[in-house]
């Protein structure tokens, strides 16, 4: 019997605070099956850089950014990656009825961060110009100490830092374009994670109807 999940807890932290940390979103065991699934992906060279900006603004700056990512082209096909993705859309779905966000399409990617790489303070999207709303964050990472290093801070509303160690099974979601946050560098392994973003598309590029 595996456990339900509260999406109205989820629901609420991000209205009340923009962010939730939600530990144990997925069993160790279906974590550690798309754990060794991105290392098999990553093994056989097939992350590349992360970049910064988009188009033709991008560009690789690891002052900036030092993970590299692999896109999943097609989650709701992918083994292992499937039953994160039908629960990560029937949050997204959650968040349609309850917040009225219009959410209808989902993007994701492995990231690993080596150690010593980092992320700076950044946001997802900007007010107004984005597609991006709602970012999430599932780590990867069994047994993960805080000598580890490697936290996800999150810069709070009320100016507070909140670190959230990159723990196995553990998601983190935010508010796109209002959560600053950043990732310190893992100190002597290696920090791996599965990101993606809640997106509203208008409605001329959404291929299929996302509600079904
Ligand atoms: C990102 C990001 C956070 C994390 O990829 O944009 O901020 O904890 N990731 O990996
Ligand atoms: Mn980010």
Request: proline share 3%; aromatic share 14%.
């Amino acid at each position: 019997m595996t456990e339900e999940i509260n999406f109205e807890k989820i629901s609420l932290d991000l209205v009340n605070q923009g962010y939730s940390i939600y530990k144990n979103f997925l069993p160790t065991a279906e974590a550690q099956q798309i754990l060794a699934h991105s290392l098999q992906i990553y093994k056989q060279d097939n992350f590349q850089p992360a970049g910064i900006g988009k188009g033709d603004e991008w560009q690789r700056n690891q002052s900036i950014r030092g993970d590299e990512i692999y896109w999943i082209e097609n989650p709701e096909k992918t083994a292992h990656v499937a039953n994160f993705y039908a629960k990560i859309r029937a949050l997204a779905l959650f968040f349609n009825r309850d917040l009225f966000i219009g959410i209808n399409y989902i993007e994701m990617h492995f990231a690993i961060y080596p150690a010593g790489k980092f992320y700076k303070k950044h946001f997802d999207s900007f007010k107004g110009s984005d597609k991006r709303k709602v970012s999430f964050v599932l780590y990867l990472n069994p047994d993960w100490q805080s000598d580890d290093g490697g936290e996800l801070r999150i810069y709070t509303r009320d100016k507070q830092q909140v670190d959230v160690l990159p723990e196995m099974g553990t998601l983190v979601c935010f508010l796109s374009n209002e959560i600053l946050h950043e990732v310190r560098a893992p100190k002597n392994r290696k920090r791996v994670s599965l990101t993606g973003w809640m997106r509203k598309d208008e409605l001329k590029d959404v291929l299929v109807d996302f509600s079904r």
